[in-house]
């Protein structure tokens, strides 16, 4: 079992930034993806970016790309999502998530069900 702890939600005014935290309670293994997902009310939970733990690479969600970025401290077991030029359509519940399975090298996981582990999420809103 993976417990995930996310911090640094909150209310930002459209343009700012923001940086979500997410601590695993146990060392995460190079196999491992760390992703981030959001849900905003009545919407379907969507892929905003994960990060390939073993290297580092990230891959993104078109709708953040160029404003988001995930990156990893392996010490501290700890994955980032830095957000930049915040809009209001970025308001939702974002989540931290585990991926522990094996896959392809070329593979990259972007789907909620590939995810075994969650943080409880964290808030995010942005006003105009």
């Known amino acids: 079992q993976v417990q995930l702890v996310e911090s640094g939600g909150g209310l930002v005014q459209a343009g700012g930034s923001l940086r979500l935290s997410c601590a695993a309670s146990?060392?995460?293994?190079?196999?491992?993806?760390m992703g981030w997902f959001r849900q905003a009310p009545e919407k379907e939970r969507e892929f905003v970016a994960t990060?390939?733990?073993?290297?580092?690479?990230?891959t993104y969600a078109d709708s953040v790309k160029g404003r988001f970025t995930v990156s990893r401290d392996n010490a501290k077991n700890t994955v980032y999502l830095q957000m930049t030029s915040l809009k209001p359509e970025d308001t939702a519940v974002y989540y931290c998530?585990?991926?522990?399975?094996?896959?392809?090298?070329?593979?990259?996981?972007?789907?909620?069900?590939?995810?075994?582990?969650w943080g409880q999420g964290t808030q995010v809103t942005v006003s105009e």
């Open positions: 998530a585990a991926d522990p399975s094996i896959h392809p090298s070329y593979y990259w996981a972007r789907r909620a069900s590939e995810y075994d582990y």
């Open positions: 990060i390939r733990w073993s290297s580092g690479s990230t």
């Open positions: 146990v060392r995460i293994s190079s196999n491992y993806f």
